[in-house]
């Protein structure tokens, strides 16, 4: 077991803290922000070698509030709160909350307030950083919007297909149940706000998503602990990697490496139920990924698996500390930028997986600070630090 310094504390917390530097500092508010329809987005991602951008969408700005809840709540520093709420303003806009969209209020669109397709998982990463936000904050209009997400999908569930994968108000309020067999997995993670949310009210009719996503996710694990991203393994099909699965040879490459917190999930059905399957099934993934990981790519794999092996370890009694600290400079330090003098890059860390081999501006992986990897790498460091949680990524929530 390693005994963790205080001085090693406070180094990561520093560096976690740093990650929050880097949403407030790369957060779109210039001097004509009264002219800027894009005031309080954070980055999705930023090319460094040009100073080149991509704004992001919904599930970036639920990811930011993560991090910024967990430094302001940690530090008191009202610039964390700020940046934070200014950012929350702009998932207000992209927030359907007109009476006359029936069932569909509360939904959540996915890049812009002009259109109307609304990821479901994406959105339920804004709808769980509106909920870190109220805690923190204490402003109950986050809490009142968080609600009204989680209360439209609960009206929404099916119980033969689940919840829908898509809702899309440019096509006469069209719900899409259909999915991708690629993403059934990773979707269930759309049962995470109705977690959190249950934590803080105590409602039951919050906890049946959960249980049910939790019991979909259990199916996709393998006899070795990992989760394919797939139930359909044939040998011989093309799987493209990318920021999920596609890394290694043969059946290697149906695991996911970044599992976007399906632990989240499967943990808190385990809380709630005492259930030994729920964390049978926790323990075996974690025990496979200290004797398995990391890989290389994605870059956001390491900082995932690390969150999940200290999440289960705190409920499970196991110390899979040792793993996380053994890989930590390679994985994870090393990645995070500092000394460029660029705000917009300090702070962040490196590794872009989603566009191939680099991002859309050209370059390579390690050009790119995206909020993908940064989010999964400052709950790491918060985790570690004994003073944050991880927030929207733990089945924590805000504290334990």
Known sequence: MITLSQKDRRNYLDAALKAADWFVN???????????????RFLYYYYMPEK??????????????????????VTGDTRYLAS?????????????????????????REYVPQMGYCGVLDGAQACSGLLMLEQASGNPEYLRRGRAWC????GLLDDTVGMPHVINLDKDLD?????????????????????????????AKYVKPVM????????????????????KTDAGQE????HHWGRGKGDERFILRNDDGIMVVVLAAYQHTNDARYLDSAVAYADWTINNEP?????????????????????????????VIDNLQKHLLDLQVSGTGDPAADGGFRGEDEEDEGGIFGGISLDYVPTRVTCYAAGTLFRLSGKGTGTGFSPFGMGT
Request: net charge neutral; aromatic share 12%.
């Open 26 to 40: 790369s957060q779109r508010n210039t001097g004509l922000h009264r002219f800027d329809a894009d005031r309080g």
């Open 52 to 73: 080149k951008f991509v704004p992001g969408i919904n599930w970036t700005m639920g990811r930011a509030l993560f991090v910024l809840s967990d430094a302001y709540r």
């Open 84 to 108: 934070a709420e200014l950012g929350a303003r702009y998932v207000a806009a992209l927030q359907e909350m007109d009476p006359a969209a029936g069932r569909l209020v509360g939904v959540i």
């Open 151 to 154: 209360d439209c999908l609960l």
């Open 175 to 203: 719900v899409e149940y259909s999915a991708f067999d690629d993403y059934t997995c990773i979707s269930q993670c759309s049962a995470i706000p109705f977690w959190h949310l249950y934590r803080r009210t105590g409602e």
């Open 212 to 231: 049910r996503a939790a019991d979909a996710i259990l199916r996709y694990q393998r006899p070795d602990g990992a989760f394919n991203y797939t139930l």
């Open 239 to 242: 799987v493209t990697p990318n």
């Open 295 to 323: 890989h290389e790519r994605p870059f956001s794999g390491f900082p995932i698996q690390a969150n999940n092996v200290l999440d289960t370890g705190a409920v499970s009694g196991k110390d899979y500390s040792p793993w």
